[in-house]
């Protein structure tokens, strides 16, 4: 069913005012005829339900019990759209593929294929521009996937980590919200899954990949994670989308990457500075350092999500050829696990941390900042994070965050 149609002549309520919320709203003002429209951005228990046919809830809004009148920009979308959408979700390692992907598409494609989700615009704001041939590719985070009764066409879950625990609780409640992306698929549908994801129960074709049957590509990106990644665009692109092998392998191999995952920010006195500041779980973070030939100070730590560190922890302890600057929250928290190891250093901000890094880290070597947690309660993202990063390596900002 189109939107306008699911939507026409009712009382709408926005629950959430942000980045989606305010595209829901031009949205609805540009397409739909309803009888009414309010945005709110309270309590659950603030609202009269009564008075909504529909309340349309931003991500990450809690709402338990989930009512019948509860959607979301993503189910709506998806209602019209879900036979044209790829999504893809994963703990890591999403928006570097769903970029890859959108890239790599519109190389063997052309011009019809849209980039939307967390790495691009919401999903409504392109909604004039689709037709009945544009390939949607859709970065889909836990809180857009939770409670959806849709799923897209193509559906992409690379990897499954702790993450989330500060609202999901458990990982079993963080598995759950994820797995929709899957669980309304039908048998003419296409599910991807990394070797690491529970299993699910679809009706959709599935195909698993694993790092050991990643193709070599010859790529500017570094590491065997962003290998892994390649490896579900080119499936995508030659198997369901009809793209040549050769000319697939030649757009993964000429993408550049994202800013803010592994990017280069300077040479600064014979070191070399890398900013992966999205690298939010312990996994991530292990993986930026093996990619990182030259590595030899790693700054970590942010807001603690009460997820387990117990493997970054033994990576510290086991590789002692690195100095681990911690900072903040987290980092307060690893750091009492690892104090009594020499390569290990306390710093309250991410300024003092830089500080301590540049008189530290020899020359010749790299520095690398992958903070294993979210940005939250002390910058406003990850990409705040790291802009902080860039501008105190390069002396441009002294501020004590």
Known sequence: MKIADRLK?????IWGYGREGKSTERFINTFCSIKKLSVFEGKAEEIDENEYDYIIKSPGIKAEPYREKYTSQTELFLEEFA??????????????????????LRVCRGENVKLVGNIGLPCLDYYGEYNQDTVIVFEMSCHQLSHLKYSPHVAVFLNLFE?????YGTYENYFSAKKNITLHQGAKDFFLYGNNVPAIDTPAQKSMISHETALPFQMKLAGEHNQFNARFVYQICTELYHCSGEETRRAIETFDGLPHRMQFVANVDEVDY?????????QATIEAIKSISHVKTVLIGGMDRHISYDILIEFIASHPEYTYILSYES???????????????YQST????????????????????????????????????????????????????
């Open 274 to 282: 890398y900013d992966d500041s999205i690298s939010t779980i312990p």
């Open 163 to 167: 993450d989330h625990l500060d609202y």
């Open 350 to 401: 991410l300024s003092e941390a830089v500080a301590l890094a540049k008189a530290i880290t020899p020359k010749g070597g790299a520095c690398l900042l992958s903070p294993a947690a979210a940005s939250y309660g002390y910058f406003k993202n990850f990409e705040d994070r790291g802009n902080a990063y860039a501008r105190l390596v390069l002396g441009e900002d002294q501020e004590k965050r």
């Open 9 to 13: 002549d009712k009382r709408i309520l």
């Open 331 to 345: 980092g307060r928290r690893i750091y009492e696990a690892v104090s009594g190891l020499p390569c290990c250093h």
């Open 83 to 104: 036979p044209q959408t790829i999504g893809i979700t994963g703990t890591k390692g999403k928006s570097t593929t769903s970029s890859m992907l959108y890239h790599a």
